[in-house]
């Protein structure tokens, strides 16, 4: 794995960017009291990390939704959590959501279709960079899943 040195907050800003551009009907947030964050990580997985959880939050909130990234350090870790207002993940599903070909894929709010692998993947991706995914969810109140990855 690669691990060149980056700027945590400019990689989300710039993700974000990218994503807003193509969902103008969501309101986007990246909310953080740090003015710098520079760590030596593996970029590209990070950047599926993110990319694919804010995705998700895309698909499973509705028009002028709130998807909101919050970032916070400690002093060998950092933790991302990404939230939305969406639809969230119904109490049977949450036990299987990070299991490899799993049934809990569920199509997103426009059609759009799961193959039920994404957040396997992400998991394995957050392992293998030594960190930690879990989240939080209310049925029709929205989710928030977190990162816990380490500095280094």
Not at 23 to 52: A, E, G, P, Y
Not at 60 to 88: C, K, M, Q, R, W
Not at 119 to 132: A, F, T
Request: aromatic residues 8%; neutral net charge; charged residues 25%.
């Amino acid at each position: 794995m690669r691990k060149p040195r980056f700027h945590v907050i400019d990689r989300i800003n710039a993700i974000l960017e990218t994503l807003k551009q193509t969902n103008k009907d969501k309101v986007f947030r990246l909310v953080t009291h740090l003015q710098n964050l520079n760590i030596s990580s593996d970029t590209v997985k990070f950047f599926q990390i993110i990319q694919n959880i804010v995705s998700n939050a895309i698909k499973f909130t509705p028009e002028d939704g709130e998807i909101e990234i919050v970032l916070n350090e400690a002093d060998d870790h950092y933790i991302i959590s990404i939230s939305d207002n969406g639809i969230g993940i119904p109490d049977h599903l949450k036990p299987f959501i990070f299991d490899r070909r799993t049934s809990a894929g569920r199509a997103g709010l426009r059609g759009d279709k799961s193959n039920g692998v994404g957040l396997s993947i992400i998991k394995r991706l957050v392992e293998i960079m030594e960190g930690q995914i879990w989240f939080e969810s209310t049925e029709n109140v929205g989710t928030t899943f977190y990162v816990k990855l380490p500095k280094e």
